[in-house]
């Protein structure tokens, strides 16, 4: 008997490795988390009527707000006005409005009151005017320094665990995971492949206008002054179309610019999964929906149930909230 | 000693079958041939100094001329010409111009006096107005009929045999093969994951105005008039700035349209390689270079080789020209 024994033990302890190694170790044990696994237990089984192919494992993710932290401001917005209060320390007379005036003093309340046109001026002056390669050493040098000012942490520790677990384990069950943002496309690609495992060519985003240029004898691109694409609400299907050219399984967003995203996503043949993040966590982060003057969400959580689509509550749902909390 | 012979005829036999497994079969034995081995062998060989990670192995392709087939005129435009046939052929009213009227009856010179605005109308017609998913059963469905003017060919019959197979070797060798035309996405889209092995994600390329918009109640992509993005001379390289977010290893092309992102690829540090198809096979397919009307191929000619540029001599180098030919 003793074989067959040691074999009934083998298969005993390679079960509760398997049951140990969790995939989501950051969820709670909510219906949240169950429904995801099952969703993607299902489109991977080949025996499942749901099965999806790997190649049509698609899945995209707002990042803003969904994959970290967005408040009280976007943080590439806090880079723009850390950046011009650097440039105006070389050389204040670049300080030539009231919209940079008020980003050289950090006085964010006089930068939103001149609306969008400020907002557009100082992401021009702070993003223009250099090579690709200039501004991205910029960035990775912001990010290695700056601190949130409420949390205290780096902002690239403010990622959320439980969502790069997520990407993870998607990546595990053979999904392509796509990041599709409204934040720009240089600036995330600096911190995207080392905070969430996701590569340069699945960063999909806004970007300004480039030009091909001869700089110093090599040729280079340049990043220049002018919105060239906002990835954000209809335009977010529209790029996921160009870019990618299929309509994703799975599609993530915490605000209602990732509406038309998750609508698209699900209004999709076959099994398709729409997940929002709602932000009910006052203690660990911030709670805000549809009143939030940053990542808005109402018409997700009106109409977002009625089509099936996940609502994640990040209090209940999320064992722990940021990567640099753990 | 049996033991050790046998395993000297298998190293043999191992060996043997290496040499049989020749990745580049319609390629002739002439430098070119050796130059793109010598090329992957080192870039791929880890105890080089030019040994390349593989998730730095990006190698992008025109498609035009150097994938497929361009003449008499571009492929593309053969469909929207084919296009207006049938749509004036259901309803007579639609041949509002000069433009439209010369596509209706098939004459390309009638076309090409029109000049720009003239074809730019033609593509507009036969490109916009419905959805993307209309739009690519309608090329899927030409595709499947239509037959090139003088080889008798399916279009997707007439992709270049030796390009098909450095694509396949480059892919075995942890490469990611991209497109990079100046065709529409959504048109190559039809037929490049077929014919190339390249999924949608990794066909960059011209594409129109699209609209987000419900249709039947249902959430889809229109495709509008208007030009959104050409995807030619300087705006290759932006396209593969924003959207690969890498520079390419190798870069492949055949006219001057591919010149700047061939020499964007090239100035890059490290081993690069850049390479120019050249139409030099008037018995096969059609000798053509500076004097085209298509595929104008001067300044490559000129001044790639002294940029260490492989210029490929189709008549030379190539043992079959199309896929359909073998």
Redesign the interface.
């Known amino acids: 008997m003793k074989p067959l024994m040691t074999l009934t033990a083998t298969v005993v302890f390679a079960s509760a490795g398997l049951v140990l190694a969790d995939p989501l170790p950051s969820w709670s044990d909510t219906a949240a988390r169950e429904r995801i696994i099952a969703f993607v237990d299902s489109v991977t089984d080949a025996t499942s009527d749901d099965y999806v192919t790997p190649?049509d494992r698609i899945a995209v993710f707002d990042n803003d707000g969904t994959l970290w932290g967005e408040q009280p401001v976007y943080f590439q917005l806090i880079y723009a006005v850390d950046e011009v209060k650097k440039m105006a320390a070389n050389d204040p007379s670049i300080l030539t409005s009231d919209a940079l005036k008020a980003a050289a003093a950090g006085d964010y309340a006089a930068l939103a009151a001149g609306g969008e046109e400020a907002i557009l001026e100082v992401i021009n002056v702070s993003h223009s005017g250099r090579s690709?390669a200039d501004f991205q050493a910029s960035v990775a040098e912001w990010l290695a320094t700056a601190k949130h000012p409420t949390t205290g942490l780096g902002y690239d520790q403010m990622t959320y665990q439980p969502m790069v677990e997520l990407l993870s384990y998607l990546r595990d069950e053979d999904f392509?995971t796509y990041i599709v943002s409204g934040g720009g496309?240089h600036f995330m690609?600096v911190f995207t492949e080392q905070a969430y495992g996701i590569?340069?060519?699945q960063?999909i985003g806004s970007?300004g206008n480039?030009?091909?240029e001869m700089v110093d004898g090599?040729?280079t691109?340049m990043k220049e002054a002018g919105i060239?694409f906002v990835d954000d609400k209809?335009g977010k299907?529209?790029n996921i179309?160009?870019?990618?050219?299929?309509r994703p399984v799975i599609a993530a967003g915490n605000s209602d610019g990732d509406f038309?995203m998750i609508?698209?996503t699900t209004?999709g043949e076959g099994p398709r999964l729409g997940l929002i993040v709602h932000h009910t966590d006052a203690e660990r982060e911030v709670a805000y929906d549809c009143d939030s003057h940053i990542g808005r969400l109402c018409d997700g959580l009106e109409k977002g149930p009625d089509m099936g689509w996940l609502i994640v509550d990040m209090a209940q749902d999320w064992s722990t909230v940021y990567t640099g909390d753990r």
Chains 1, 2 share one sequence.
């Open positions: 190649s690709v392509k496309i690609r590569p340069n060519q960063v970007y480039s030009a091909f090599a040729p691109i060239g209809e299907p529209i179309d160009r870019i990618i050219g299929k038309a609508e698209w209004a």
